[in-house]
């Protein structure tokens, strides 16, 4: 059986129309209207990777535009996520969505930690329809797990999939111990970068920005890695040297404690604050050590002031006092004095909020 993914659509084909209704399914919450929207697609003439890329792919991302804007709820993102899974499954199971293999086999899996496995189901049908046979092992694959598997199946490549940046390190372990079984890796997914900086960094094989690109890759055919060139990861990151990312991330719990005290005395309305709040707040300090720390394995200030301004932003359409992020900074940096590059980092935050014009802080970072 043989599918025509390479079908563009005509002015009566057009994959807007179902994205919108699969959009509105995804806001009420009705699974069976998801389905109709994508079985209507597919027999009025849609590819069936087409409905993959260009009608689920993009309703998913606006699931997570409207979270972020504060339009939808955690729980809102996580139904509308699970119709698209079950979405995506049904179409797998439709005679439209099989195909016979005929190249040769494929590992997909999330890095260890990374619970966003959405994108990396859809790489895995796109894959399924273009004849490959893949093995998608979905979320927070435990790197030794991926390892037994990749020396069970031998797989001609295995792609990892991470979308959340602080999972970078995770990944640069995964990298490594996949080039020692012999196995390629094509990286991919937002955390490594809108051109793939942070997957070249880590020593993937190669980056793919998109489920086309990688079906690409593999037909020209990845180089297999020398499984007996000795490599370690600071090799890539001589930076690493210095330790700053080690000992932060070590000691994150305590300095999550520690400035979740300290800004509580320079910020007195956080006295008032409900167990809920509070918890909030220390998940809010939680990330951005996370990021600090993150931005310190990569050597890299963008990865850290991205975040930054983004947060103010989510902090703005939850309409919290963003000039608590400033306060965060003083009281990260004075439990950071002895780490010149984590402090500079934090400089740098400061500077990324106060210079964006929707999360000013007062007075640059000292209260108003």
């Excluded at 199946?153 to 792609?159: H, R």
């Excluded at 793919?208 to 037909?219: K, Q, S, Y």
Aim: glycine fraction near 8%.
């Amino acid at each position: 059986m043989t599918v025509r993914t390479t079908q563009r659509p005509g002015p009566d084909l057009d994959p807007g129309v179902y994205r919108d209704q699969l959009w509105a399914a995804l806001r009420e919450g009705d699974e069976y209207a998801a389905a109709s929207a994508v079985f209507e697609g597919l027999e009025n003439g849609l590819g069936a990777e087409q409905i993959l890329l260009e009608v689920i792919a993009p309703a998913q991302g606006r699931v997570g535009e409207e979270w972020a804007a504060n339009r939808m709820t955690v729980a809102d993102e996580h139904v509308a996520t699970a119709i698209n899974e079950r979405v995506i499954a049904a179409l797998a199971h439709h005679p439209a969505g099989r195909v016979r293999p005929e190249h040769g086999r494929i590992t997909v899996a999330c890095v260890e930690g990374e619970w966003h496995s959405l994108p990396a189901r859809l790489l895995s049908e796109v894959l399924r329809l273009r004849g490959w046979r893949v093995d998608f092992l979905g979320a927070h694959v435990p790197t030794p797990h991926l390892i037994a598997h990749l020396h069970r199946t031998g797989p001609e490549a295995v792609l990892l999939s991470a979308s959340i940046p602080t999972h970078l390190p995770t990944a640069h372990a995964a990298i490594t111990a996949a080039l020692a079984a012999g196995v390629p890796v094509l990286a991919g997914g937002a955390a490594f970068g809108p051109d793939g900086r942070y997957a070249r960094s880590l020593g993937a094989t190669e980056w793919a920005g998109d489920a086309r690109a990688v079906a690409r890759l593999l037909l020209e055919g990845l180089p297999r890695p020398d499984p007996t060139a000795m490599h370690l990861p600071i090799e890539d990151l001589p930076h690493l040297a210095d330790q700053e990312y080690t000992m932060i991330a070590r000691t994150r719990a305590e300095l999550v404690r520690a400035t979740l005290t300290g800004l509580e005395e320079r910020f007195p309305p956080m006295r008032e604050y409900t167990a809920r709040q509070r918890r909030h707040t220390a998940e809010d300090i939680a990330h951005i050590v996370e990021y600090l720390s993150t931005a310190l394995y990569m050597d890299d200030v963008r990865l850290f002031t991205t975040f930054i301004s983004w947060t103010g932003e989510i902090l703005t359409a939850r309409e919290v006092p963003t000039h608590t992020l400033g306060l965060t900074f003083d009281v990260l940096g004075a439990q950071l004095k002895d780490f010149p590059r984590a402090r500079a980092l934090l400089d740098q935050g400061r500077a990324a909020v106060t210079d964006s014009p929707h999360t000013p802080i007062p007075g640059n970072g000292k209260p108003a």
